[in-house]
């Protein structure tokens, strides 16, 4: 009784004349110890499994149930990881670059508030950007993005507010509301900036891929990742960048935020933190099965289009638009009218043609975005050989995803979507119109 519920402890037993053994019998968050408590959530697993499903570090995954062990290891006998490092070079299916690019601890002394940059006669522009000179020199600070600012697919998730009488956590994220989100040239505010010229590991990188290093398994998601823009990053939101620019990493970034890589991801996470073992020991859709056809359109198509509109809501992030080619052709009397527009000029300025311009961002639309965001979640089930009755499973181990869900419409519209996009891929139907019937 002296000890907390949620104090967590291990009880390794060895017996028998064996000096090694086939296959270790293993449970997690047992309900009890009797002998049909164990039976109920306990399972075995091999040498081998232990090695495939963390080939990298040979360490046990977190199966809450026999049935988690069995899809977990499922997925894996068929995909590969991000990164195994079983082999020399690493073999590597997204080959991606981690960074961490600045210690929120260690390099403050290179962070400046907006009251420093003012006071130092510098000026805001374009892109909550800060420009000057400081020691007769020209500079320039960029806004540092930390985790706390991102939610999947969307880079705009919140600004930070500052309470110097919370001295425990002073920073907290403000969410943005939704008339912000409907403004692309709104911006969130971020706690600090940083020299462009510290920030040299992403400034030849129109926009890179990031994701939330601070998480847990019971929050309402594991894995949260964005496109965002080439900017400054703090160590809560780490950043993979590809080796070669012509690497689609939107299609990593669909699989990134899917429920069914979110799943996995679970079943390693501990404690509070996404770190990189972790990460690059998680299963992804190699590049190649996004060939697979569903009806009229490959896989590639779907993710693309969707992961575009869910993504491009703000005119800072132009170039990943460009980069997906989502561009109109120009008249020259067009182009003199889309250099004089501030919003995109260092867009124009990168461009490699100058008959070319990106077209206007998409309108945040909530609807839209739940519909997108549950094709995707249904493709990315169909690519990891997940059936319809798994993914209704996998979708019940986000309990509170569904609570939310059952507060705001009445049902667990989520799952009911995932379920019913399932449905219409399996048919052919990537374009189809989904009308759920009464609850």
Known sequence: PDVDSRFKFCAMIFGGDARRFDEARLGFFLPGAGDADVALASFTLTAQDFANANPNTGTAPIFRSPRDAELTLGIYARLPVLVDRRTDPPAMPWPVKYLRMFDMTNDSGLFRTRAELDADGLFPVAGNRWRGQVGGE???????????????????????????????????PSATTPMEHSDPSWLPQPQFWVESSNCVAVQARPWVLGFKEITAPTNVRTFIAAALPSTAFGNTLPILIPSEKT???????????????????????????????????????????????????????????????????????????????????????????????????????DAPRDDVRVKPPFAWDEDDRRTRRARLDALYFHLYGIGRDDAD???????????????????????????????????????????????
């Open 138 to 172: 020209p500079t320039e600070f960029v806004p540092l993005y930390e985790g706390k600012m991102v939610q999947a697919f969307d880079h705009r998730a919140a600004s930070v507010s500052v309470n110097p009488a919370n001295l425990n956590r002073p920073a907290q």
């Open 247 to 349: 690497i689609p990493l939107e299609l990593l970034l669909g699989n990134l935020n899917s429920f069914a890589l979110d799943y996995l991801a679970r079943q390693k996470v501990q404690g509070q933190h996404l770190n990189w073992f972790i990460v690059e020991q998680l299963p992804v859709i190699p590049p190649a099965a996004y060939a697979t056809h569903f009806g009229p359109k490959a896989a590639a198509e779907i993710v693309r289009d969707d992961v575009l509109a869910l993504t491009y809501t703000a005119h800072d992030m132009a170039p990943f638009a460009r980069d997906l080619a989502y561009v109109e052709e120009l008249k020259p009397s067009s182009l003199r009218a889309q250099r004089s527009n501030p919003e995109l000029d260092r867009v124009v300025a």
């Open 393 to 439: 499973y996998i979708l019940s181990t986000f309990p509170i995803v569904e609570r939310h869900d059952r507060a705001a419409h009445g049902r667990y519209l989520t799952r009911d979507l995932i379920l019913a996009w399932m449905n219409a891929l399996a048919a052919g139907e990537p374009d189809a119109r989904i009308v759920l019937p009464p609850a």
